[in-house]
């Protein structure tokens, strides 16, 4: 697509229960990173992706997070057993059609899913 | 690991004077290095990145930046801001195996 897409853009849902969040990237590009920001904060880096695989894990907070990208294009980053302090803006990012996003320099954002748990 | 620090939460700056905006950061290589910014309710726009090579960096709307390894800095600066330039402003940071990591923000406020 022209840009990334994430869906829903906003999510409400009651704690305890599961949510997925889904990020469709750009069309051609490698790389796919997973941030959660909070009001007023810097984005927080959970994970990422070059084409299917998991590169780096170690942002994401406890096992209730988990990413996957299966066919190397959309990514679906899903919170289980939500709780209140899950509450953020969730933020999509792709980069690179070389595949190597640093060089590139560039993240590409999506307009983000904002998340609330009651 | 790589972390980045921006030590003003806010700035406030009269429409037409110039801007100067600290980032620090630890790493124990030379970093790649990137300004973002973002406007309210947007997302995250590139203002430019330092990968090697000449120290200072131009970037799109009349920033730059500079990279002093001595002071593992690269404030961004700009010689007259305008109203538009009210935003929030990210430094980021990344060594070579692309993670990038992003500093808390510093927001600016442009007085008419």
């Known amino acids: 697509g022209a840009g990334v897409s994430q869906s829903p853009r906003y999510k409400v849902t009651k704690r305890g229960q599961d949510v997925a969040l889904r990020c469709d990237p750009i069309?051609?590009?490698?790389?796919l990173y997973w941030y959660r920001q909070a009001l007023g904060q810097g984005p927080e880096f959970l994970t990422y992706?070059?084409?299917?695989?998991?590169?780096?894990k170690s942002g994401l907070p406890n096992d209730r997070f988990s990413a996957e990208r299966p066919e190397g294009s959309i990514s679906t980053l899903t919170i289980q057993r939500t709780e209140q302090r899950d509450s953020a803006m969730y933020r999509c990012?792709?980069?690179?059609?070389?595949?190597?996003?640093?060089?590139?320099?560039?993240?590409?954002f999506g307009e983000g899913s904002r998340l609330t748990v009651l | 690991a790589q972390s980045v620090t921006q030590p003003d939460i806010h700035i406030t700056v009269s429409e037409g004077a110039s801007l100067e905006l600290r980032c620090n950061y630890s790493?124990?290589?030379?970093?790649?290095l990137f300004w973002y910014v973002q406007s309210p309710g947007q997302g995250l726009q590139l203002l430019l990145k330092?990968?090697?090579?000449?120290?200072l960096v131009q970037g799109i709307k009349g920033f730059e930046a500079e990279f002093k390894r001595s002071q593992s800095s690269f404030n961004l600066r700009k010689p007259s801001v305008h109203w538009s330039d009210a935003a929030e402003y990210f430094c980021?940071?990344?060594?070579?195996?692309?993670?990038?990591?992003f500093g808390k923000g510093t927001r600016l406020h442009i007085l008419p």
């Open positions: 990012a792709s980069s690179s059609p070389s595949g190597r996003a640093v060089q590139h320099g560039e993240l590409f």
């Open positions: 330092y990968f090697s090579g000449d120290t």
């Open positions: 980021a940071v990344s060594n070579r195996d692309d993670k990038i990591i």
């Open positions: 790493y124990g290589a030379t970093p790649y």
């Open positions: 069309s051609g590009h490698v790389s």
């Open positions: 992706f070059n084409y299917e695989a998991q590169q780096d």
